[in-house]
Every structure is written in structure tokens, then in C-alpha cells.
């Protein structure tokens, strides 16, 4: 028998742009508490798991692999919500992949991550774009909201297909 296959939804209670999906995914039927993970709280609903942490996302490197360490759950992708934050302060809904590929070995890596690296870019980044554009155009968001996927820019470092799901 293998193990089963899981997909990580991670959110920090820093952050209210991470807690209100959350608080959304959480509030639909079929959620389980979860086993405490490394200070972190977790929930269960068929393959999703849910992590709540009270840190920075960006820092929590190498989250899929503990997590199958600590569970036997092999991680198939990992999903990071969080608040979008641009120079241009538009209101954006946005998904793109990790990693700092643009830096080098010994360049400060401000927002986490490793010089030269970026994790495997989720498949699904496509799907959810799409998805993500229908229902702001169904509620009115757009042209308000901007619905973009941008470049990899951050960490943190992960080894399975990996994306951010971030709004303003």
C-alpha cells in the first residue's frame, strides 16, 4: 500500500490576507483537525492539508519534506496564500512560482529563498489563473483588481511544484 498523496495549503496568522481564505476553506464541510506539526496547527480534508503558523511564509524552507518526515505523507504540491504586495499598490489577485533564480551564490536574499534557485513551478498555476480571472470578472473586481501571475521573486525553498496565491 503507498502512502498517501497530499497537497499543502499554508497560511501564517501574520498575515490577513492569508487568514481570510483560510478562514473560508475552513468554514466548508468535510475539515478534521490535523496533527500538530513543528508549533504549527493543521487540518485534513481528503489529500489537503491545511497549515496555520504564526511566522513569516517565506521562511519556513524545506515545509513539504519535513512535513512527510513527520507524517509519511508524500507531498505532491504545496500552496502559499498570502497578501500581494506591488510598488504600484493596485489591488491584484496574483499567482507565480518561488525562487530567486536572478540572485547569486552570496547575494542577500531579502525575501527568502536560495541565490540561483527556484522550486518546480505548480501545474495548476494556469487552471487557477484562468479560474481566479472568471470570478473577479463575475463580481465585479475587474478593472479594479489586477489578475496576473508574476515573476518567481521569493523563497522559500521547496522541492515539490510549488505556488503563491497572493491578493491585496
Do not use: C, Y
Not at 35 to 61: C, T, W, Y
Amino acid at each position: 500500500m503507498s502512502n498517501p498523496v497530499t497537497t499543502l495549503v499554508v497560511v501564517t496568522t501574520a498575515d490577513p490576507a492569508s487568514i481570510g481564505p483560510a478562514s473560508s476553506l475552513l468554514a466548508m464541510p468535510g475539515w478534521l483537525p490535523g496533527p500538530s506539526f513543528q508549533g504549527m496547527i493543521s487540518f485534513a480534508n481528503k489529500e489537503v492539508r491545511l497549515l496555520q503558523h504564526d511566522k513569516i511564509i517565506v521562511a519556513e524552507d524545506h515545509l513539504d519534506s519535513r512535513w512527510e518526515q513527520a507524517t509519511g505523507e508524500v507531498v505532491d504540491e504545496v500552496i502559499f496564500l498570502s497578501k500581494h504586495t506591488a510598488v504600484s499598490n493596485r489591488p491584484a489577485l496574483t499567482i507565480h512560482p518561488i525562487g530567486v533564480p536572478h540572485l547569486r551564490e552570496g547575494d542577500a536574499v531579502p525575501q527568502g529563498g536560495k541565490p540561483g534557485w527556484a522550486a518546480l513551478p505548480n501545474p495548476r498555476m494556469g487552471p487557477w489563473i484562468r479560474l481566479l480571472k472568471r470570478m473577479a470578472e463575475s463580481r465585479g473586481l475587474t478593472p479594479e483588481f489586477e489578475i496576473t501571475m508574476e515573476a518567481t521573486h521569493h523563497g522559500p525553498v521547496t522541492s515539490k511544484p510549488t505556488m503563491f496565491l497572493e491578493i491585496v
